[in-house]
């Protein structure tokens, strides 16, 4: 198994520049850009995530017809760590337990590590589809319905 950092999609080192100008990989497969189908299965609030994430991922451009899985879990996880933190908020951090010698012990609730746990995930996911301030400031926005305006600076000083 190699060390280091996991190598990013090339589609994600062209639009945060190639820094490094190292080659990019030409081999890479590219599947076409669109909408992956909704599976069946999803629940209900994963669904209505599914409808959040997916419209706004496609629109960036960060969206294709094979991540439909990968778009599954982002949804998932995204409603376990919104039910975990309801229950967290309604039931608290902590609990007592009784020792075997009688005595009150205070422990946090197992909940409290499983919010963590998800909540490291939800960002490992929000990351990988680039929908985190620090994943979006690698990234560079093209546009290209507007006009260049050194082009057109350039078109003016020619005529």
């Not at 599954?72 to 967290?88: F, H, N, S, T």
């Not at 909940?111 to 963590?116: G, K, R, S, T």
Request: aromatic share 6%; hydrophobic share 40%; with cysteine.
């Amino acid at each position: 198994m190699a060390a280091g950092r996991k190598p990013l999609p090339t589609s994600m080192r062209m639009l945060s520049g190639n820094a490094g100008h190292r080659p990019l990989n030409a081999d890479e497969p590219t599947p076409s850009p669109g909408f992956p189908l909704r599976p069946p299965h999803l629940t209900t609030e994963a669904s209505k995530a599914w409808d959040d994430f997916a419209p706004t991922l496609h629109t960036l451009g960060l969206l294709t017809a094979v991540d439909g899985t990968a778009l599954e879990q982002l949804c998932e996880i995204y409603v376990d760590v919104v039910k975990l933190r309801a229950d967290v908020a309604q039931n608290g951090r902590i609990q007592v337990v009784m020792t075997k010698s009688g005595d009150a012990m205070i422990r946090a609730r197992p909940e409290v590590a499983m919010l963590d746990a998800a909540q490291r995930q939800l960002r490992m996911w929000l990351e990988a589809f680039g929908l985190t301030p620090s994943a979006r400031s690698r990234l560079k926005a093209f546009i290209p319905d507007q006009p260049d305006i050194f082009e057109e600076l350039l078109k003016q000083s020619s005529q």
